[in-house]
C-alpha cells in the first residue's frame, strides 16, 4: 500500500500535470493496460471541476490530488477547498459517473471530494 | 502534446477543420476560437476531422457543443469524423451521440451530405 499525494495551483494547464502523474502511478499500481485511458479522463475531469471552482472561489488555494494503491483497488481522491460548486458542470460529471469504476462524492461546506477507484490486477 | 487546428473549405461549401493533439480545459479555448472565426466568416458548414485527437474531456465537448449551437443559428451544420473507440466512448456516455452526426471517414460525411 502506497499513497502519491499532489497539490498543484488551480491552473488549467496543471490539469494535464494531474492526468500524467494519476496514469503513471495507475501503471505502478496494476491498472489493466485498457482502463488507463479511462482512469486519466475522469481524473482530469474531476481535477478540472475542482480547478473551475477554485478560480471562482479561492484561486489562491491548491487542489489536492491523493493516488492510493490499496492492494485490488486503485483508489484516486480529488479535493477542492470551493464552497459552492461549479454552475454547469453536468458534461463533466456524466463523464466521469460514465468512468469510475466506483464512485462517492462528499460535499461539506469546507469543499467536495470526489473519490474514484478501479480494480488492479 | 499540445493542440494543432488548421482548416481548409472545398468547393461543395464545406470547411473541414483538423484538429490534433489534446483537447482538454488547457487547450479547448484555442478550438473555440477557431470555430467562432470560421462561423464570423460565414462558414457555416463545419466538418470537424478527429482522427489524430489524442485527448478529448468535457470542455472539449463543450466547445464543440458550443459550436453546433453557432452553427445552426445560421442554419448550417457542425458534424464529426471519429472512428477512434476511446474518443467515441466519450460521446456515448455523455449521450452527444444523439447530437451529432458521426462519420467514419470525411468521404463518407461528404457522401451523405450529397444524398
Known amino acids: 500500500m502506497g499513497t502519491v499525494e499532489v497539490a498543484f495551483s488551480a491552473l488549467p494547464i496543471h490539469v494535464r500535470t494531474a492526468r500524467m502523474v494519476t496514469k503513471a502511478v495507475a501503471v505502478r499500481s496494476g491498472v489493466a493496460e485498457q482502463l488507463l485511458d479511462e482512469v486519466r479522463l475522469a481524473v482530469g475531469e474531476a481535477c478540472s471541476r475542482a480547478v473551475e471552482a477554485h478560480q471562482k472561489h479561492c484561486p489562491e488555494e491548491p487542489v489536492r490530488l491523493a493516488l492510493t494503491d490499496?492492494?485490488?483497488?486503485?483508489?484516486?481522491?480529488?479535493?477542492?477547498?470551493?464552497?459552492?460548486?461549479?454552475?454547469?458542470?453536468?458534461?463533466?460529471?456524466?463523464?466521469?459517473?460514465?468512468?469510475?469504476?466506483?464512485?462517492?462524492?462528499?460535499?461539506?461546506?469546507?469543499?467536495t471530494t470526489i473519490s474514484m477507484s478501479w480494480p488492479t490486477r | 502534446m499540445d493542440l494543432k487546428v488548421t482548416d481548409y473549405t472545398s468547393d461543395d461549401g464545406i470547411t473541414v477543420i483538423n484538429v490534433e493533439g489534446e483537447i482538454d480545459v488547457y487547450t479547448a479555448p484555442k478550438l473555440r476560437e477557431k470555430l467562432i472565426d470560421l462561423v464570423n466568416k460565414g462558414k457555416f458548414h463545419l466538418l470537424v476531422d478527429m482522427e489524430k485527437v489524442e485527448f478529448l474531456d468535457s470542455t472539449g465537448l463543450g466547445v464543440l457543443v458550443g459550436?453546433?449551437?453557432?452553427?445552426?443559428?445560421?442554419?448550417?451544420?457542425?458534424?464529426?469524423?471519429?472512428?477512434?473507440?476511446?474518443?467515441?466512448?466519450?460521446?456515448?456516455?455523455?449521450?452527444?451521440t444523439k447530437v451529432f452526426g458521426i462519420h467514419t471517414s470525411i468521404d463518407e460525411a461528404r457522401e451523405k451530405r450529397a444524398k
Open chain 1, 70 to 111: 490499496a492492494g485490488e483497488r486503485f483508489s484516486v481522491a480529488v479535493s477542492d477547498r470551493a464552497q459552492s460548486q461549479p454552475e454547469d458542470d453536468g458534461l463533466s460529471m456524466a463523464v466521469i459517473k460514465g468512468l469510475a469504476d466506483e464512485l462517492e462524492i462528499v460535499s461539506t461546506p469546507e469543499g
Open chain 2, 67 to 96: 459550436g453546433l449551437k453557432r452553427v445552426r443559428a445560421h442554419d448550417g451544420s457542425l458534424e464529426l469524423v471519429c472512428t477512434q473507440e476511446r474518443i467515441l466512448k466519450i460521446f456515448r456516455i455523455t449521450g452527444l
